[in-house]
């Protein structure tokens, strides 16, 4: 039931975004992004198996030049879909507010990399750091490099 009303969710804040061109839609105001929120981007990526355009919108952090993405899916046992299909293709595209199509090249964070990034994300979101206690799988961190 969470899953469901996550992807309901998405789909309604996808459809403002694109229309505003993220003048709404370009922070997250849950959870902990109440008090303090947190910039979201829309993620472009290709079905691994169905070939199919899915559009997905994260909160994200901007770290140099890259922009970096969690795979919570709100602390659930399993990895989200979006995650498995940048493994599969990993060129794509993101929409900042104000900004659309952006290319990427996206890649699973070092064991490294996740260990300097994951307190700089909870510092962004602090949810994070619940949603890794509620799983037993470590949530991936993804990096997202202009091309």
């Known amino acids: 039931m969470t899953a469901a009303a996550m992807k309901y969710m998405a789909k309604a804040q996808v459809k403002i975004f694109e229309l505003t061109n993220g003048r709404v839609g370009a922070t997250w105001r849950v ?3 109440f008090r303090k929120p947190v910039p979201t981007l829309l ?23 890259d922009l970096v993405i969690v ?5 659930l046992p399993r990895h989200p879909q979006w995650y498995f299909n940048l493994i599969a293709h990993p060129e794509t595209r993101v929409h900042l507010k104000g900004h659309r ?8 964070a070092s064991a490294e990399e996740r260990r300097d990034l994951w307190p700089l994300l909870v510092g962004l979101y602090a949810d994070f ?6 799983t037993e ?6 990096v997202l490099t202009p091309r």
């Open 43 to 65: 993620l472009e990526h290709r079905g691994r198996k169905s070939g199919r355009r899915f559009t997905t919108p994260l909160l994200y952090l901007r770290h140099h030049e």
């Open 71 to 75: 795979a919570s899916q709100g602390g």
């Open 31 to 33: 959870g902990a992004g």
């Open 137 to 142: 799988r470590e949530i991936p961190v993804v």
């Open 101 to 108: 199509g952006l290319p990427v090249t996206a890649r699973v």
């Open 129 to 134: 750091a619940k949603y890794q206690a509620w």
